[in-house]
């Protein structure tokens, strides 16, 4: 099995659907790992440069990776003011 990763543009540009189904999946499932919290939590606090991952695997999503990088280190989006960034 091949796995693609791939660099989105916006935290958005991750289908809704795929995003859900991948979290109902999660041990945790807290709304501090749904797509609108994140987004939100970046539309208020972002700085430095998103850098969203999805990995896909035979066309599915099977992980991400919400990150931004700032002044030369590397964040999970909602660090600082979330909790359960797993």
Request: charged content about 20%.
């Amino acid at each position: 099995m091949t796995a693609r990763i791939e660099l989105m543009r916006s935290l958005s540009s991750i289908d809704e659907r795929d995003w859900d189904r991948l979290l109902a999946a999660s041990a945790t499932r807290t709304v501090f790992q749904t797509q609108a919290w994140l987004g939100a939590w970046w539309d208020t606090f972002g700085r430095g440069r998103l850098l969203p991952i999805a990995v896909h695997e035979e066309g599915a999503l099977t992980a991400l990776a919400p990150l931004y990088a700032d002044e030369g280190m590397v964040f999970f989006v909602g660090s600082g003011g979330s909790d359960y960034l797993d």
